[in-house]
């Protein structure tokens, strides 16, 4: 079926700067991009009807700008333009099909950037009501952060009706405006000068021999689920009063540090940038990569971690950078990159070694994805209830090795906490 | 602004920055470093960004500064010096 949506403006502008950085993986990625697509199902509260929630879909796409902007590609290979549409008509898909899989299918293909809208919807119905919305983004439109705002906002309009709308957030086309403005341009000139303290370096820069190469595809994915693994990290973070996620990012350095016999562990997290009153709540992609450099990375883990506040802090200030800024100044480029992607991050909590050695048993290492083409060589990545997945080019990390890497990481965790 | 202003006005700013999980009285009184207080690394780079647009400074975050960084008292110093 087809919703039709209306917004209160539309126009043309440069990309944002978060835009910008997605759209140049993207395009080292192409044609395998559709690894970028991801996506949430929404199980609908209340008993909804199918023009209910599509009302509420419209309402949803009519608030948030980035759901209605797509790029000019100009013909002679310029940069692109963002384009926002004053309104449109989306078409959504009717099924009766489980959600999840029909969230695996609208995103295993790449999306039309110059004619698709950036929004995949699948309504799952039993009969005159729809239990689920399945929504797919495009990462140019939202990131995590941004497809969890969008979601809430939708399960408020389906709550309360389409007035529940809140005013809107800053659209990508106003934080472009305001990156390019005085203000942006201070920030982008202090993110510039931490990259720019960062010498030149590939992590993974040595080929593996021929016969250690996995078959077609070249690049894999193992992913570790391992409850010791949570437990291990939140005890850590509980001893050196941080985070799980800076006890994984520096854990990760620490251990690319012993597979790659480095003096210096430069790793690219994943950034959310939403520390800002304008970022905080808007749906766009405003994640971008920041950097994060460990000295000695060979010293302790408990050594790294006391060194690991001031560097997180100056990998968040790098993130909010000018991708431009990053072409031109040709900033170090590791590949190697560090991606929490966890909503709501259990927070620090000691936990005793019977506990942790407890849980031992239950980790499981599976393969959930290949493909041929990726703009990075090493990227972990934390989801879900701490999963942690390694994908990793195998001409450079051979599988063995991938999964020796996050059965490392555990051990070392596990070690760490005192089990 | 005296120290004690400066103090009062940054143990709000941790308030602000930790959307009150960390009180301005505990922030102020405390006497133990902000992260022992639980306050996190997005909430501290808020309040990075409020007292430098605030008491218009830019601070290092190199490691020699990260003790300053997280000692409510120490922070104040550094102001009050600047």
């Not at chain 1, 959310?272 to 990569?289: G, I, K, L, W």
Request: hydrophobic share 45%.
């Amino acid at each position: 079926m087809i919703v039709p949506f209306a917004g209160r403006s539309g126009g043309t502008g440069p990309l944002t700067w978060g835009q910008l950085a997605i759209w140049d993986a993207i395009e080292r990625t192409a044609p395998d991009d559709h690894y970028f697509n991801f996506g949430r199902v929404l199980k609908v509260p209340g008993v909804r009807s199918l023009d209910e929630t599509t009302a509420a879909l419209a309402a949803l796409l009519g608030t948030h700008d980035s759901l209605r902007t797509r790029l000019d590609l100009p013909a002679d290979g310029g940069l692109p333009r963002q384009r926002l549409e004053e309104g449109g008509k989306l078409p959504v898909l009717l099924s009766t099909d489980d959600p999840e899989e029909l969230l695996t299918r609208l995103c295993s293909t790449r999306f039309d950037y110059e004619d698709e809208w950036p929004l995949r919807v699948a309504l799952v119905t039993d009969g005159p009501r729809v239990t689920h919305v399945v929504l797919v983004f495009c990462h140019l439109a939202a990131d995590g952060l941004g497809a969890d705002v969008a979601v809430r906002d939708l399960r408020m309009l389906l709550l309360r009706g389409a007035a529940a709308g809140r005013p809107a957030a800053a659209s990508p086309l106003d934080l472009a405006r305001w990156q390019a403005g005085p203000e942006g341009r201070r920030v982008a000139r202090r993110a510039a000068a931490v990259w720019e303290a960062v010498p030149h370096q590939v992590m993974f820069d040595r080929d593996v021999p021929e016969a250690d190469r996995a078959d077609r595809p070249r690049v894999w994915r193992a992913q570790l689920s391992s409850p010791a693994l949570g437990l291990a990290a939140r005890a850590v973070a509980a001893r050196h009063h941080t985070s799980t996620s800076t006890v994984l990012l520096t854990a990760t350095a620490a251990l690319v540090n012993r597979c790659t016999g480095k003096d210096r562990s430069v790793v690219l997290p994943i950034v959310h940038n939403r520390f800002r009153q304008d970022t905080a709540r808007m749906v766009s992609m405003v994640s971008q990569e920041g950097v994060f450099v460990l000295d000695g990375a060979d010293r302790g883990l408990d050594d790294l971690l006391a060194a690991a506040g001031s560097a997180s802090l100056r990998a968040y200030r790098s993130a909010f950078h000018d991708p431009l800024d990053r072409a031109r100044g040709d900033w170090v480029q590791p590949l190697c990159c560090f991606n929490d992607q966890r909503f709501a991050e259990p927070g620090p909590a000691p936990r005793t070694p019977r506990e942790i050695r407890a849980a031992l048993p239950a980790t499981t290492l599976s393969w959930p994805l290949s493909q041929d083409r990726l703009n990075c060589r090493f990227c972990v990545h934390v989801g879900g209830d701490l999963e942690v997945s390694l994908t990793a080019d195998t001409h450079f990390l051979p599988r063995r090795r991938m999964e020796r890497f996050l059965l490392d990481l555990e051990s070392l965790l596990v070690a760490e906490a005192g089990a | 602004m005296t120290r004690d202003e400066i103090t009062q006005r940054l143990a709000e700013l941790v308030a602000e920055a930790s959307d009150g999980d960390i009180p301005a009285e505990r922030a102020r009184d405390a006497g133990v470093p902000l992260s022992v207080l639980g306050l996190t690394s997005l909430s501290r780079m808020r309040l990075i960004d409020a007292v430098e647009s605030e008491f218009g400074v830019e601070l290092d975050l190199g490691e020699r500064d990260w003790t300053m960084l997280d000692d409510l008292g120490a922070l104040a110093d550094h102001l009050e010096h600047r």
